[in-house]
């Protein structure tokens, strides 16, 4: 029997450009499921800068 989930995310990202070729980048998730047995909630984050070439 398979269990019916709900399942809700939102997320953000946002970057900046340092230089022509150097730029930054950071993003968050939160992830919401909610279903008979209970809910659970994620969070995933990362961050980075980067070198373009």
Not at 21 to 28: D, L
Request: net charge positive; aromatic share 14%; glycine share 14%.
């Amino acid at each position: 029997m398979k269990e019916r989930v709900d399942r809700h995310a939102i997320g953000a990202t946002i970057g900046y450009e340092w230089t022509r070729s150097i730029f930054s980048v950071a993003g968050y998730t939160v992830t919401v499921l909610r279903g008979d047995v209970g809910s659970s909630i994620s969070n995933a984050g990362f961050a980075g800068v980067a070198y373009r070439f």
